[in-house]
Nanobody, 113 residues
Framework: QVRLVESGGGLVQAGGSLSLSCVAP????????MGWHRQAPGKQRELVAS???????NYVDAVKGRFTISRDNAKNTVFLQMNSLKPDDTAVYYC???????WGKGTLVTVSS
């Protein structure tokens, strides 16, 4: 059962920016470590960014310095700001509640060269 709702994907030129949002219903959001994953065509899903309940962040090397994950516990929302996008960033991006193992349906990000 899908419980998270992502938004903000779309088509952007290389070098551009997009901001993704994920709303996670429920009263446990503020306790949950959250992650953004992506799955490119023909590739396995990978974790690209995560944030603990206390706000500590971690990134895969490929997006360090370009992506920023953040959260607003009052709005049960986690964000992924993506700058300096590259064609290799093209993928479906998924939000994940690591505490309850809930996923969203994903939002497609396409970066054209």
């Amino acid at each position: 059962q899908v419980r998270l709702v992502e938004s903000g994907g779309g088509l952007v030129q290389a070098g551009g920016s997009l901001s993704l949002s994920c709303v996670a219903p429920g009263i446990t959001f503020r306790f949950a470590p959250m992650g953004w994953h992506r799955q490119a065509p023909g590739k396995q899903r990978e974790l690209v960014a995560s944030i603990t309940s206390g706000g500590t962040t971690n990134y895969v090397d490929a997006v360090k310095g370009r992506f920023t994950i953040s959260r607003d516990n009052a709005k049960n929302t986690v964000f992924l700001q993506m700058n300096s996008l590259k064609p290799d960033d093209t993928a479906v991006y998924y939000c994940h509640d690591q505490l309850q193992d809930y996923w969203g349906k994903g939002t497609l990000v396409t970066v054209s060269s």
